[in-house]
């Protein structure tokens, strides 16, 4: 199981750190995906990071304003989410894929959620002002 938290509720502009934690088993062998899902929307994927040399995807919506680490000692990965816009409001979801995406897979291929096998109860997001 995996247990997202940080989400809230901020102004446009405004900043908030997602987190995801496992339960009952380590992160360290997971590349880990940021989706997100819009009310009356599809989920989506928003960005990804690998296991061992630390490749970072992120969707061009979020290019520039969200960044997504590891931090092993603590097993936790994060969503740094800056410049929030009303159009980022969702719930986010993290979830585990077993399999490094490789560098040359398109958006839809890196985010199909096929690959991704544990997933979170996600954690809502809304911007407004």
């Known amino acids: 199981q995996l247990v997202e938290s940080g989400g809230g509720s901020v102004q446009p502009g405004g900043s908030l750190r997602l987190s995801c934690a496992p339960s009952?088993?380590?992160?360290?062998?997971?590349?880990i995906g940021w989706f997100r899902q819009a009310p009356g929307k599809q989920r989506e994927g928003v960005s990804c990071?690998?296991?061992?040399?630390?490749?970072?995807h992120y969707v061009d919506s979020v290019k520039g304003r969200f960044t997504i680490s590891r931090d092993s000692d603590k097993d936790v990965v994060y969503l740094e989410m800056n410049s929030l816009k009303p159009e980022d409001t969702a719930v986010y979801y993290c979830a585990t894929r077993p399999r490094d995406p490789a560098p040359t897979l398109r958006d839809p291929e890196i985010y199909d959620e096929s690959e991704y096998d544990i997933w979170g109860q996600g954690t809502q997001v809304t911007v407004s002002s």
């Open positions: 009952g088993f380590t992160l360290d062998y997971y590349s």
């Open positions: 990071i690998s296991t061992s040399d630390g490749w970072t």
